[in-house]
T-cell receptor, first 114, second 111 residues
Framework: DVKVTQSSRYLVKRTGEKVFLECVQDMDHENMFWYRQDPGLGLRLIYFSYDVKMKEKGDIPEGYSVSREKKERFSLILESASTNQTSMYLC?????????????FGPGTRLTVL | KQEVTQIPAALSVPEGENLVLNCSFTDSAIYNLQWFRQDPGKGLTSLLLIQSSQREQTSGRLNASLDKSSGRSTLYIAASQPGDSATYLCAVEQGAQKLVFGQGTRLTINP
């Protein structure tokens, strides 16, 4: 079974802090994704990556950056956390195989910025 | 721009009933459609994926159908159980492996 793990289930940070959210997958997937989920807004794509050292902006990249130095690890960085970044953050991964198997998600990190 | 809609937003049924969850999308040029469940405060669990060339997929008590031309998918749950209570999300892939999600249907199965 695919396993996607995220470094923290709950995180509380102060405004202005630099925040790192880590995601690791164990199935050698090429693609990795970061989403945030907010009530009434659903899941929105922040950034994604098709390969090591590659990154693409999603629908809401402002205020975020990412890093993918190794195939299995995809990090989301909040350079200077703000209260409007309080949210549930979800990481996902997928392969390029055919037939496709879709995206697999981690357990999520609930981030609160005070 | 692709829009995915799930109606109703919430559904409550007695245990044992068969039920159907609906998903509609505005742009029929999709690669795949994926159904997920999400328990409160948790991540998403993949249930079924239907490729654009397929009409349906089955897994246990779940059956998902796809009518690409009309922009609709349904998730059929047979003999519902209290453990099926969760939010169910559908998502379409339009290319580049990116998913567009619906808002979900919150399902409650009453014992």
């Amino acid at each position: 079974d695919v396993k996607v793990t995220q470094s923290s289930r709950y995180l509380v940070k102060r405004t202005g802090e630099k925040v790192f959210l880590e995601c690791v997958q164990d199935m050698d997937h090429e693609n990795m994704f970061w989403y945030r989920q907010d009530p009434g807004l659903g899941l929105r794509l922040i950034y994604f990556s098709y390969d090591v050292k590659m990154k693409e902006k999603g629908d809401i990249p402002e205020g975020y950056s990412v890093s993918r130095e190794k195939k299995e690890r995809f990090s989301l960085i909040l350079e200077s956390a703000s209260t409007n970044q309080t949210s549930m953050y979800l990481c996902a991964s997928s392969s390029r195989e055919n037939p496709p198997k879709g995206q697999f998600f981690g357990p999520g990190t609930r981030l609160t910025v005070l | 721009k692709q829009e995915v809609t799930q109606i109703p937003a919430a559904l409550s049924v007695p245990e044992g009933e068969n039920l159907v969850l609906n998903c509609s999308f505005t742009d029929s040029a999709i690669y795949n459609l994926q159904w997920f469940r999400q328990d409160p405060g948790k991540g998403l669990t993949s249930l079924l994926l239907i490729q654009s060339s397929q009409r349906e997929q089955t897994s246990g008590r779940l059956n998902a159908s796809l009518d690409k031309s009309s922009g609709r998918s349904t998730l059929y749950i047979a003999a519902s159980q209290p453990g099926d209570s969760a939010t169910y999300l559908c998502a379409v892939e339009q290319g580049a492996q990116k998913l567009v999600f619906g808002q979900g249907t919150r399902l409650t199965i009453n014992p």
